[in-house]
């Protein structure tokens, strides 16, 4: 499932990777990858007011074998963007905010390894698809609550200061 920033983001929360994720366009998070605009490639939709929209998402698979009698649970979890459905208004936006929607897929990768510590670190019953479905579902709920901090905290990028120690704490964080 995925993320959509923004706009009414909790409620596009979980619906950005069930309706536009399967068979679209994806870039999946890599350290050494920077967005440019030219991956920006959705239209701007009507009566939108943000400068610019990035839409990333996590997504997850896992399998159970036994290893003994051990049920053991081996996961996947993953990090996209996904062009089509990410827009900018090119006479409004600069490489500042560029860095600002860069930062915004940053923070669902750094989110998404914050999935897999808590999947990793869980000891799972006997619903297991249930169980893993309830922590990705607050994992989404955490990272919703954070891109929003993150665009009040900066001002959606116009605050400098803010904006540039956003970025070296996230940078750090995924570096750990």
């Not at 600069?94 to 915004?104: A, S, Y």
């Not at 990028?157 to 940078?171: D, F």
Request: hydrophobic share 35%; glycine share 6%; charged share 25%.
């Amino acid at each position: 499932m995925g993320y959509l920033k923004h706009i009414k983001l909790g409620i596009l929360l979980l619906l950005v990777h069930v309706i536009w994720g399967y068979g679209q366009e994806q870039i999946p998070w890599n350290p050494d990858l920077k967005l440019t605009w030219a991956n920006f490639k959705g239209a701007v939709p009507h009566g939108a007011e943000a400068a610019a929209t990035t839409a990333s998402g996590i997504s997850y698979d896992f399998s159970t074998y036994y290893e003994g009698r051990e049920m053991k649970v081996k996961f996947n979890v993953y990090t996209y963007f996904y062009p089509t459905r990410s827009w900018y208004r090119p006479k409004v936006c600069n490489e500042v905010t560029l860095k600002h929607e860069q930062l915004h897929f940053d923070i669902t990768e750094l989110y998404a390894r914050k999935l897999k510590t808590r999947l990793r670190n869980t000891k799972f019953g006997t619903d297991i698809k249930q169980e893993v479905r309830k922590i990705y579902k607050a994992t989404l709920r955490q990272l919703n609550d954070f891109q929003n901090k993150y665009d009040a905290e900066t001002n959606y990028s116009r605050n400098l200061p803010v904006q540039e120690r956003w970025i070296g704490e996230i940078k750090a964080a995924l570096q750990q």
